[in-house]
């Protein structure tokens, strides 16, 4: 019987509103006792005081690449990236190559997921090819595996396609997820349309691109009246917009990306693509407005959009693909612009990194609960480090936050009960 004894650790449980200084104990990866003063004979003791124990991340938006573009990342390396940051559970994106539209590619990613850091979940595509022709077959989908519907990274273009997918999801217990983006607005933009795209000379996506695909996907979950779930908010309008839908009832939640609450289109100026993605930096009025959808509760997750390129694919600014990777600075990017200025309290942070993701897809992941294995993050709150690419654990070296001191360090990640990441190893 192996038995791991965390001492003297902030537990913060949002799942529970736990949030006390006290001791955790695993026996044979399972969580045994969760607060209090805790007595175990041969155990190994982990003196956890000044740091916080939490529901291992759930980031409910990755790019694994995996199949078809693992020169970026492969399923392992995403996962072990992950690890690395304090995430136990992700859903990733069908954007490979074959697209996962068929049940044996997402049995293919469950059966290589299965020896990984981290739980993988699988976001299926809504269409064929991620083409918006044809819808795929959802309910075989279902029954392969997949827990949510996205063509991320093209939105649907069909409406009639959508809403048929929209309709389909609950029947099947999955969720929607939804890149909102008008490719007519945003085609041939590198970066956010404004005063510094005019300045640079570079043709710019403008906030519209972003809002009309979130009009129109609030607009077909109030007419059907079913779920949606918005993807990276970005804009202030897409953040008016979705705060307005939910004081009218209307089944919609949402997610941003912490580049998007931290970073602005001010950083374009120095060309380096890492800080191109989709949708872009923005400005500091749309970012203070993200910040405000965090605190009011209009926003209900954070997720990273990690998507992994190569450096050769990163070189040229003009040419180079959208993306940056983000799973092993998400968490120090929230205590450092979120909790440090007051804007959200720790537990705040770890709900929205961790419970609320977690109920939004309907995976058990997000608590502290007993007598189940073990999905838990411990870190130091106040610990600083600078983001030093070469030193991350994933393939690709994108990272948005590269040279930026951040606070808060993962010490210990275990997932289901094995541990997967110690700080310094």
Same mark, same amino acid.
């Given at each position: 019987?192996?038995?791991?004894? &965390?001492?003297?650790?902030?537990? &913060? ?12 104990? &695993? ?86 997921? @299965? ?14 090819? &991620? ?71 570079? !043709? ?52 941003? %990306? ?7 289109? %001010? ?5 380096? %693509? ?33 998507? !992994? ?46 419970? %609320? ?13 007993? @007598? ?54």
């Amino acid at each position: 019987m192996e038995k791991l004894l &965390l001492r003297h650790a902030r537990i &913060l449980d949002p799942s529970s509103d736990l949030d006390q200084i006290g001791d955790l104990l &695993l026996v044979d990866g399972s969580l045994q006792q969760v607060g209090g003063t805790v007595e175990a004979s041969d155990a190994q003791v982990i003196d956890a005081s000044g740091m916080v124990v939490a529901p291992g991340l759930v980031d409910m938006h990755v790019h694994l690449r995996d199949p078809g573009f693992t020169e970026k990342e492969d399923i392992l390396t995403g996962c072990r990236a992950a690890a690395a940051g304090g995430v136990t559970s992700l859903l990733c994106m069908p954007n490979t190559k074959p697209a996962i539209d068929t049940p044996e590619t997402v049995r293919y990613i469950l059966d290589k997921a @299965s020896q990984a850091d981290a739980h993988v979940y699988v976001a299926a595509a809504i269409t064929k090819g &991620l083409q918006s022709g044809e819808l795929d077959d959802l309910a075989a989908l279902r029954e392969a595996g997949a827990v949510a519907l996205s063509d991320d990274g093209r939105p649907v273009v069909h409406s009639r396609l959508m809403a048929r997918a929209m309709q389909a999801a609950p029947e099947l217990g999955m969720r929607v997820v939804s890149h909102c983006e008008d490719l007519d607005l945003s085609k041939g933009g590198l970066m956010n349309e404004g005063a510094v795209s005019r300045e640079l000379g570079v !043709p710019g996506v403008p906030n519209a691109a972003e809002d009309c695909g979130t009009a129109r996907d609030i607009a077909l979950a109030e007419a059907y009246q079913v779920p949606i779930h918005i993807c990276h908010v970005s804009s202030r309008t897409s953040v008016a917009m979705i705060r307005d839908a939910k004081r009218r009832g209307v089944q919609v939640t949402a997610e941003t %990306a912490p580049h998007y609450f931290s970073l602005t289109d %001010a950083l374009l100026r120095a060309r380096d %693509a890492d800080f191109r993605m989709s949708p872009p930096l923005r400005t500091e009025v749309d970012r203070l407005a993200v910040i405000e959808g965090l605190r009011d509760g209009t926003i209900d997750a954070i997720a990273t959009d990690h998507a !992994p390129h190569t450096p050769q694919e990163k070189a040229d600014f003009s040419k180079a693909p959208n993306g940056s990777i983000g799973m092993e600075t998400s968490l120090a990017a929230g205590i450092t612009y979120l909790v440090k200025p007051g804007l959200l309290t720790l537990r705040e942070l770890l709900r929205l990194m961790s419970t %609320a993701p977690a109920k939004i897809l309907k995976i058990p992941a997000g608590t502290l609960e007993t @007598s189940r294995p073990a999905d838990l993050v411990l870190f130091d709150p106040e610990e600083q480090w600078t983001v030093d690419p070469e030193k991350l654990h994933g393939k690709s070296r994108n990272a948005v936050f590269k040279g930026r001191l951040l606070t808060g360090r993962v010490k210990l990640t275990i997932c289901g009960g094995k541990i997967v990441y110690r700080d310094g190893e």
